[in-house]
Structures are given as C-alpha cells and as structure tokens.
C-alpha cells in the first residue's frame, strides 16, 4: 500500500500543512473500514480512481474532488476497490486564504470542490490526473495553489489567528480562551467571532479537538501509558473527563479506540 507524505514549499507552508498521497487495490469482495477522527484540519482531497464509502449522509462521497471542513464527530469510511487518491491537508486558518466560503459552513461536511469554483477545480484535477507520480502533483498543486492564492488574495488580518494558533500548540490545547482573546487584543466575543470565521470552529471545540489529538499523540510514543497518566498529562480533570471526550469526538471509549485505531496524531508532528 504505497501512501506519501511530503511538507508544501516555504511559499505555502503558512497555509498548507502537507500533502499526501494513497494507491491500494482489493481483492474483489474485500473491504477496509476506516474511521475517521476530528483533526482539527481542513483537507482537499482527490480521488482518481474508485471512491470509498461513506456511512454519514453528511459525508456522502458524491464526487472525485471534496473538500472537507471542520470535524465535531467520527465518521467512518469504507474502502474497496481500486484506491488511488491525492489530499492537501491545510493549516487550521490555511484554507480561508484560497476558498471565498465562510468556513464555518463546511463544518462537518464534505462538499464537491465544484460548489465553490468549477473552472480550478476541473482543471487541477485532470492536470493531477494525468500526472506521473506523486512528486509531479505536488508541482502542479503548488503552482495551482499560488495563482488561487493570488486570485483571491484577501486583506485579512491574519496575524491575530496566527498567534493564537501557534499559543494553542505550544499549550497542547491547554490554554483558556479568555487569556487568548487577551493576547489577540480582542474582547472575548470578537476574538470567538473571528477564530471561528478564519478556522471553521469554534475555539472552545477546536481547543477540544486539539487536547484529543495530544493523548494520541503521547500514547503513539508510549503505548504502556495509563489512562489516568495520559488524562493527566493533557489536561482533564480526571479519567472520566477523558473518556466523555473521547466518546463525543472519536464515538469509542479510548480502551476501544486504541484497540481498533491507529493511534497516529493527525495534528502534532510525531515528535511529541
């Protein structure tokens, strides 16, 4: 099962947190069930060959190029047949500089990159089509990114998010919004108001979400740790705490999680 992964060029990295690709072929008959978790990301993808299944209405795969926004629940997807697909994840305020959409209405949605400009979106995705390799759809995304970049250039006062973002990373989550919408020099509505336009969610959930993606990305580096060692470590009030986030965001106690997923954090680099 070939899959790629690869950082975005300087000129796109303030936007674009990665790109990665997938090529897989099935038995006949055989199938491969996937859930997917809130990242706390927005993706781009592209399928070039069969599309998998989704079992939320509101995911439904209906054609070859989705972008998908932010995530409140898991969802699960089925795979079958011939899979060969190409994915942009962007940063958490990335994707607000390249679509005209406020991005709050694509939360918990996955609509046809169509919807939002046919013309790029059909002529990206036969340019990818017809690439060779994943190296050479990362020239063409690249290139194609930066004239969208530059067509629906916006004058918005990003270096606020931005903060913010990087103060909710180096916290793991554990940051109270107030003291955020303090060092963005906004008051707590406006500052809530704006996250929420730039990332997709608001900043109390996507707190939530990144805390999430903290546990898995220390019980990836130490898979002997504890529930209670790994609720301590980020943040919860206790045990409990933990598994009521976990149910709500991944739809499985983390005993049931870590047992049947990948433990892998969408979000953090793998360096803890």
Known sequence: MPFHTSSPSSELKAYVKQYWGLENVMDRGDHHDQRIVPTGLLELTFYFADR?????????????????????????????????????????????????????????????????????????????????????????????????????????????????IQLINQSRGLIDINMLASRACLSRKQFERTFTACVGISPKRFLRIVRFQHVLLLKQHNMGSSFTELAYQCGYYDQSHMIHDFKALSGLSPREYFSSCDSQSDYFPSDP
């Open 52 to 164: 998998p299944r989704s079992m939320d209405p509101k995911r439904e795969i209906l054609d070859n190029t989705l972008i998908s926004g932010q995530q409140n629940r898991a969802y699960d997807l089925q795979v079958s047949g011939t899979l060969n697909m190409f994915s942009i994840t962007f940063q958490p305020q990335g994707a607000m500089m390249f679509f005209d959409l406020p991005l709050v209405e694509l939360c918990d949605q996955t609509i046809p990159l169509k919807y939002l400009d046919q013309e790029w979106s059909d002529r990206v995705e036969n340019d990818l089509f017809d690439a060779k390799g994943f190296q050479a759809r990362i020239a063409i995304i690249e290139k194609a990114l930066w004239k969208l970049l530059m067509k629906n250039h916006k004058i918005l006062d990003t270096a606020r998010i931005n903060g913010s």
